[in-house]
């Protein structure tokens, strides 16, 4: 990153002026971005559990649900860590507030609002819909976690046994853009399930009130947003091989729809 440039305070503050600022060899932005927000989010959901069991003498089944869910997903990030160093937050974005209070701030205390809303309005949940809402959950957890897996091992070793066979598309820089796979599906089925898994910690809080459903809506918008920013990086990076790549490619997040 260029710095010799004079900046906009405002912009600088708000986005970062510093990709990873370091206290000796430790990188805040790296240390940030997963732990100190993911932690205390499951902190949160078991305090908000801890409750409903002080409230009403065991934890709903609906509570369990966003509880496991929720705690599958914080489990992955952490234990695939080495992951995030390809995302755009890390490589692109600077750490200013818009990272540092996202982190620290809005997940633990926004991407737990359905446990703390079941706190407050408990939810009978029957044998078939929690049986749905499971096989939702684990659809997206599994497209999730096979087309990162996917992308990951690719770009590590793309002549490994698993991800050798892939059809790709040559660009100019030297990389290939996989065109097969479950990145021949869509652009970003990796967004795909984050949706879906969305949605499934949001329908065991039931339809009486939109507040559960603020995730999945807020979450819908922000990846929109985020593949239309990697759309323009990566049509700068790639030129014509990226177009080509689009034509094979034409959805971006949800088959057959967008």
């Not at 934890?59 to 369990?64: Q, T």
């Not at 695939?80 to 937050?89: G, P, R, S, Y």
Request: charged residues 15%; glycine residues 8%.
């Amino acid at each position: 990153m260029d710095y010799s440039l004079p900046g906009n305070p405002l912009y600088d503050f708000f986005i970062g002026r510093e990709l990873n600022p370091r206290i000796g060899n430790f990188d805040l932005k790296y240390f940030c971005e997963l732990r100190p927000g993911l932690i205390g989010w499951v902190v949160i959901n078991l305090g908000m559990l801890m409750k409903e069991v002080e409230l009403r003498g065991s934890p709903s089944l609906a509570m369990i649900l966003v509880n496991s869910f929720q705690l599958l997903y914080v489990a992955d990030a952490l234990w695939n860590e080495e992951a995030v160093l390809t995302t755009m937050d890390i490589v692109h974005d600077g750490f200013g507030f818009m990272l540092v209070f996202g982190d620290l701030a809005w997940v633990p205390f926004t991407y737990g609002l359905q446990a703390a809303f079941l706190v407050v309005h408990p939810q009978a949940l029957s044998s078939l819909g929690a049986a749905v809402i499971i096989a939702l959950n684990g659809i997206g957890y599994y497209i999730f976690r096979r087309s990162n897996s996917q992308k990951n091992q690719f770009r590590r070793d793309p002549t490994h046994p698993s991800v050798a066979r892939l059809e790709t598309i040559a660009t100019a820089t030297g990389k290939r853009l996989l065109v097969s796979g479950w990145w021949g599906l869509v652009r970003h089925p990796n967004y795909l399930g984050d949706l879906l898994m969305a949605l499934a910690w949001s329908l065991p809080c039931g339809f009486s009130h939109l507040l559960p459903y603020f995730y999945v809506i807020y979450f819908t918008v922000l990846l929109i947003h985020r593949e239309a920013r990697d759309e323009r990086q990566c049509r700068a990076k790639y030129g014509l091989a990226w177009d080509t790549y689009c034509r094979r490619v034409p959805y971006r997040i949800f088959p057959y729809i967008y």
